[in-house]
């Protein structure tokens, strides 16, 4: 009697495959589509691609549907074919900026270095946390060490806050909600209402600041790093000892953080 159950239970693994091979295939097939309208730089019609690509027509229209329905595929306006959707020049323009951000985002942070002597460091939102997207180290004593692809909760650094600024306050407060922590140090604000109220401050002035906060006897400054569209896309911070952020030094830091993260804005523009 207990024969269907164990069948049923060695059966359940293969059914899994099975719709995994499903869905790789199907994702397959869809980029196999794309890369034909990119290989041929035309508009392409349903039974182009099923000569093409060798699969089921029912496949071909089913697969041309969702990516039309999502943007990636598009009537060409001559006729009856498709081509690339705006959701791929969408992603185009994403991968250049990425690009752009990292080659000419190297440059200025190795000439902040150069003019401050500190650790620069060039951060992204990454997941709803602030990862170190490049650096360039510090050359002076007492330099503060960090690591490229590191993340932490933005209530951290200073320039978490800013990369978070653009957010409404409803946005905002879900996503510290689910992301603040108490820093190493314990001295990073947690209360939410509180970072927000400090995220609009930060953002308002045009520059973030942080001392002790993650590293004992260590601050950073930090400026955003705006797009055409006015949306603060990647922050630049100087990470120094904390007697090297007293003024008068800490105001030409943020004067020179604040100059290096225009010039960036400027040439992704």
């Known amino acids: 009697m207990r024969t269907p159950l164990k069948s049923k239970a060695k059966t359940q693994p293969e059914t899994v495959a099975e719709d995994e091979n499903i869905g790789s295939r199907s994702v397959r097939r869809a980029l196999d589509i794309l890369e034909l309208m990119l290989q041929r730089g035309e508009p392409i019609t349903v039974a182009q691609i099923v000569t093409e690509l060798s699969i089921p027509k029912s496949t071909a229209y089913e697969l ?40 000419d985002g190297s440059r200025i942070a190795e000439q902040l270095r150069d003019e401050t002597g500190e650790t620069v460091q060039l951060s992204v939102l990454d997941n709803d946390l ?69 995220i609009r401050k930060f953002r308002k002035q ?32 100087v990470v120094a000892p904390e007697q090297r ?10 004067e020179r953080v604040m100059n290096a993260a225009e010039n960036l804005s400027r040439r992704l523009a």
Not at 145 to 169: E, F
């Open 64 to 103: 041309v549907r969702t990516l039309s329905e999502s943007d990636y595929l598009a009537p060409s306006g001559r006729g009856s074919g498709l081509f690339l959707g705006r959701k791929l020049f969408e992603l185009g323009m994403a991968y250049r900026g990425h690009v752009d951000l990292l080659r």
């Open 130 to 198: 602030m990862m170190v997207l490049l650096k360039e180290e510090g050359v002076r004593p007492l330099r503060i060490i960090s690591k490229v692809g590191s993340r932490v909760p933005v209530n951290w650094a200073a320039a978490g806050r800013l990369l978070v600024s653009d957010m409404d306050d409803k946005a905002l407060a879900k996503l510290l909600s689910s992301t603040v922590q108490p820093s190493p140090t314990g001295r990073a604000a947690t209360d939410v209402k509180k970072l927000i109220t400090q």
């Open 245 to 254: 952020l007293t003024r008068p030094n800490r105001d030409y830091l943020i």
């Open 206 to 237: 045009g520059y973030a600041t942080e001392l002790n906060e993650t590293n004992e006897h260590a601050g950073c400054v930090a400026a955003p790093v705006i797009d055409v569209s006015g949306h603060c896309i990647a922050a630049l911070s």
